[in-house]
């Protein structure tokens, strides 16, 4: 009886082998379901892009609180620089790509 149940776990353990390596009915696509920071590419960044930008939560990862905080610092920054500009009448630094 104990012959028959180890022969059934090694064809168990084969079946499940062999799907895992696309034979048979192969396994669904992985999908990525984290959200992208989502920052534009065709533009250098403002302010509002960095105030607008979420990061996901992950087990190993930064702490929120501290990732927070430098993009609110940086993009006060931005927005300090874009008003500055806008009060001179200086070109704002795009550059053409």
Do not use: C, K, N
Not at 67 to 96: K, N
Request: no cysteine.
């Amino acid at each position: 009886m104990m012959w028959l149940f180890a022969i059934l776990i090694v064809l168990a353990m084969g079946g499940i082998a062999m799907v895992a390596a696309g034979r048979g009915t192969p396994l669904q696509e992985a999908y990525d379901d984290r959200p992208d920071a989502l920052v534009p590419a065709d533009r250098p960044l403002r302010a509002a892009d960095l105030r607008a930008v979420r990061f996901p939560l992950a087990l190993r990862g930064y702490r929120m609180a501290e990732v927070d905080a430098l993009l609110a610092r940086i993009a006060g920054e931005l927005a300090a620089r874009e008003q500055a500009t806008e009060h001179s009448g200086e070109p704002t630094g795009e550059r053409p790509e």
